[in-house]
């Protein structure tokens, strides 16, 4: 049995022109959000043994708030491939972690991310912005492609549900 969450990065900053998209920081929402999801992690006691991330500053950027208050202390292994990646794209990614891990978080981006969370969960779900889905997988390893047959949404939070009215925009 492994366990993967899926994550969309935090909000992100558009108000600098000419900045490529890769480059964008996060903005305050997105400062405000992360911090909220790894709370919820922390606090429902989930645990996780490496952070597949896309290599975009917004992503770099949602991990490191993640770690500094969920307190996860997860190998990082950054992949430019999850940049913009397809439902497709981001399960190959899966196939290349080691099976000695048994929770995974890959932190990326939509559409790619909001497809393959519907897929597995069976049911339309909404990935904005800092969105979190938690699915227990019947697999004993990584190379096993996931199937809504073998996965099991666990738990799914949006920051617009754990934050104050006042802190969501």
């Given at each position: 049995?492994?366990?993967?969450?899926?994550?969309?990065?935090?909000?992100?900053?558009?108000?600098?022109?000419?900045?490529?998209?890769?480059?964008?920081?996060?903005?305050?929402?997105?400062?405000?959000?992360?911090?909220?999801?790894?709370c919820q992690l922390r606090d429902s006691e989930q645990s996780v043994d490496v952070i597949l991330?896309?290599?975009?500053?917004?992503?770099?950027?949602?991990?490191?708030?993640?770690?500094?208050?969920?307190?996860?202390?997860?190998?990082?292994?950054?992949?430019?491939?999850?940049?913009?990646?397809?439902?497709?794209?981001?399960?190959?990614?899966?196939?290349?972690?080691?099976?000695?891990w048994e929770r995974a978080l890959v932190v990326a981006h939509n559409p790619g991310m909001v497809s393959l969370v519907s897929h597995l969960a069976?049911?339309?779900?909404?990935?904005?912005?800092?969105?979190?889905?938690?699915?227990?997988?019947?697999?004993?390893?990584?190379?096993?492609?996931?199937?809504?047959?073998?996965?099991?949404?666990?738990?799914?939070?949006?920051?617009?549900?754990?934050?104050?009215?006042?802190?969501?925009?």
């Amino acid at each position: 049995m492994k366990t993967v969450m899926f994550m969309r990065h935090a909000k992100s900053d558009w108000k600098q022109p000419g900045m490529a998209d890769h480059d964008r920081p996060l903005n305050a929402r997105g400062r405000r959000a992360a911090p909220a999801i790894a709370c919820q992690l922390r606090d429902s006691e989930q645990s996780v043994d490496v952070i597949l991330a896309s290599t975009a500053e917004r992503v770099r950027q949602t991990v490191e708030l993640l770690q500094q208050h969920w307190g996860a202390q997860a190998e990082v292994v950054s992949s430019k491939d999850l940049y913009l990646a397809t439902a497709e794209q981001l399960l190959r990614e899966l196939h290349t972690l080691h099976d000695s891990w048994e929770r995974a978080l890959v932190v990326a981006h939509n559409p790619g991310m909001v497809s393959l969370v519907s897929h597995l969960a069976g049911q339309n779900l909404e990935m904005p912005t800092a969105a979190v889905a938690i699915f227990e997988c019947d697999i004993d390893s990584w190379t096993t492609t996931l199937t809504p047959q073998l996965c099991r949404l666990q738990a799914y939070w949006k920051p617009r549900d754990l934050l104050p009215a006042a802190e969501r925009d």
